[in-house]
């Protein structure tokens, strides 16, 4: 592994399913996010983790939840999908020890349809 | 909480120089960020602004005035690989980051 990692890549999933976006990094950076990027909407904050076992919600986080055992993974789980639950999630991670510019790394991308 | 402006589409001509403005609001700043993303890809960093005056790199430079909650990015030399979209985020406070909605910038011949 190299970076950070999504899977899957893409998913069409039924409404009222419950399903998880995986998250893996390899840079031991402290702190995570997931984000949705939506066309016209721009990029914006889901969830995020300051370090593990601490999570907080961002700007738009209601019908999704994070949970961050561990330094390397960070899945967002959504409980019961909705089609406006449809967009692409992108998963970046940073390290925001002092020093450090805070540069955020993104993966590759979940492109997420509910029907 | 935070707002960003940054316009929606441009088009500049290969060879020519761009500069894409970011307007910002916010009651605390401690940086701002351009990323790129070109289409169907994720965002990768591009630069950082935390103090007044320009940060260049290569063909792209930033610049920052804080007092006016301005950025703008400047390509010059402009490749047709250059179409992308630039995203402008500010970092308030502590780690996260609220990105603009983007600019679209199409480079033709």
């Known amino acids: 592994i190299a970076g950070i990692t999504q899977a899957p890549t893409s998913q069409i999933l039924a409404a009222g399913r419950r399903m998880t976006l995986r998250c893996t990094q390899d840079m031991r950076h402290n702190a995570m996010y997931w984000y949705r990027q939506d066309l016209g909407l721009g990029l914006r904050l889901i969830h995020y983790?300051?370090?593990?076992?601490?999570?907080g919600k961002g700007e738009v986080p209601d019908g999704y939840s994070v949970s961050r055992a561990n330094t390397d993974d960070f899945p967002l789980t959504l409980a019961s999908a909705v089609p406006s639950q449809t967009s692409v999630y992108f998963c970046?991670?940073?390290?925001?020890?002092?020093?450090?510019?805070?540069?955020?790394?993104f993966g590759p991308g979940t492109r997420l349809t509910v029907l | 909480g935070q707002n960003i402006d940054q316009p929606t589409e441009m088009t500049a001509t290969e060879g020519a120089i761009v500069q894409i403005n970011c307007t910002y609001q916010?009651?605390?700043?401690?940086?701002l960020f351009w990323y790129q993303q070109h289409a169907g890809e994720a965002p990768t960093f591009l630069s950082y602004n935390v103090l007044d005056g320009l940060e260049e790199k290569g063909r792209f430079s930033s610049f920052l005035s804080r007092s006016k909650g301005y950025s703008y990015l400047l390509l010059k030399e402009l490749q047709m690989k250059d179409s992308a979209s630039y995203l402008c985020?500010?970092?308030?406070?502590?780690?996260?980051?609220?990105f603009g909605k983007g600019t679209k910038l199409s480079v033709i011949p």
């Open positions: 983790s300051n370090t593990a076992g601490t999570t």
């Open positions: 916010t009651s605390g700043f401690n940086g």
């Open positions: 985020a500010v970092i308030e406070g502590s780690y996260q980051l609220t």
């Open positions: 970046a991670s940073s390290d925001s020890d002092s020093g450090h510019i805070n540069e955020q790394f």
